[in-house]
């Protein structure tokens, strides 16, 4: 529809445009003779707005599906690192915190240290790492959106999705080894831990969207946020 501003036929290079059309059919006119183009049309105007949606979710996932392989890329296990890490790392706080430093909760009732250290310690990774890495998803990706048209957004949505992701996988498995050893941990509470997840999820997509617009125009940002993350980290009850 748009050749007509390429190859005028008429006498003149003036557009103008056939409101009876719609908003997609532009054809070349005499001068002076622009109309304005519609805002609002029925029919393919509303149809666009599904169309849109779809392609962005296309594009979302396959840059989280780009992500998640080369997150992995060359590792012999592959996706299962997305369980055992969370493992290896739970057995390691439960070593150092336990066994070495003695640390135990007021509550002589409580279900241990170890679970209430884990029941906020992965949430927060997946917080942590979303904002860390969706702030620099447009200097990262700075070479494919000089050569591609596609919403700078999905560059930044796909990397907090991946975070989340991986580690909400992380932290059901670490629930679930727990409840089976014992701990008092209740694999049901997951279910009541899901609304809370998603709501940080969505917490951590609008802070990824707003610190990467400022990334653009500083890059001394990510430093800062590095700091303040870590600063939160041992303000908060972790």
Same mark, same amino acid.
């Given at each position: 529809?748009y050749?007509?501003?390429?190859h005028?036929?008429?006498?003149?290079?003036?557009? $103008?445009?056939?409101? $009876?059309?719609?908003v997609?059919?532009?054809?070349?006119?005499? +001068?002076?003779?622009?109309?304005? &183009?519609?805002?609002l049309?029925?029919?393919p105007?509303?149809?666009?707005?599904?169309?849109?949606? /779809?392609r962005?979710?296309?594009?979302?996932?396959?840059f989280?599906?780009?992500?998640?392989?080369?997150?992995?890329?060359?590792?012999?296990?592959?996706?299962?690192?997305?369980?055992l890490q969370p493992? &290896?790392?739970?057995?390691?706080?439960?070593?150092?915190?336990?066994?070495?430093?003695?640390?135990?909760?007021?509550?002589?009732?409580?279900?241990g !240290?170890v679970? !209430?250290?884990?029941a906020?310690?992965?949430?927060?990774?997946a917080?942590?790492?979303a904002?860390?890495?969706?702030?620099?998803?447009?200097?990262?990706?700075?070479?494919?959106l000089?050569?591609v048209a596609?919403? $700078?957004?999905?560059?930044?949505?796909?990397?907090v999705?991946? $975070?989340?992701?991986?580690?909400?996988?992380?932290?059901?498995?670490?629930?679930?080894v727990?409840?089976?050893?014992?701990?008092?941990?209740?694999?049901?509470?997951? &279910? /009541?831990?899901?609304?809370?997840? +998603?709501?940080?999820?969505?917490?951590?997509v609008?802070?990824?969207?707003?610190?990467?617009?400022?990334h653009v !125009?500083?890059?001394d940002?990510? /430093?800062?946020?590095?700091? &303040?993350?870590?600063?939160? !980290?041992f303000?908060?009850?972790?």
């Amino acid at each position: 529809h748009y050749r007509a501003l390429l190859h005028p036929t008429g006498a003149s290079s003036t557009p $103008s445009v056939d409101a $009876s059309a719609g908003v997609g059919r532009i054809r070349p006119g005499r +001068a002076g003779t622009v109309q304005p &183009l519609p805002i609002l049309t029925a029919g393919p105007r509303t149809r666009s707005m599904p169309q849109a949606s /779809q392609r962005w979710l296309h594009l979302l996932r396959h840059f989280v599906v780009r992500d998640l392989r080369q997150r992995y890329l060359g590792s012999l296990w592959g996706a299962a690192w997305a369980l055992l890490q969370p493992l &290896l790392t739970l057995a390691i706080y439960a070593v150092v915190f336990v066994e070495v430093l003695k640390v135990r909760l007021p509550e002589a009732a409580g279900p241990g !240290f170890v679970p !209430f250290f884990a029941a906020a310690l992965w949430p927060w990774t997946a917080f942590a790492e979303a904002l860390n890495r969706g702030m620099g998803a447009i200097p990262d990706n700075a070479g494919l959106l000089g050569k591609v048209a596609l919403p $700078s957004s999905v560059l930044v949505v796909a990397p907090v999705t991946t $975070s989340f992701l991986v580690h909400g996988t992380g932290f059901v498995g670490v629930v679930v080894v727990l409840a089976a050893l014992g701990q008092g941990v209740a694999p049901a509470g997951l &279910l /009541q831990a899901a609304p809370m997840f +998603a709501l940080l999820y969505l917490l951590a997509v609008r802070l990824g969207l707003l610190l990467a617009a400022l990334h653009v !125009f500083g890059r001394d940002l990510a /430093q800062g946020v590095a700091q &303040l993350l870590s600063l939160l !980290f041992f303000l908060t009850p972790i």
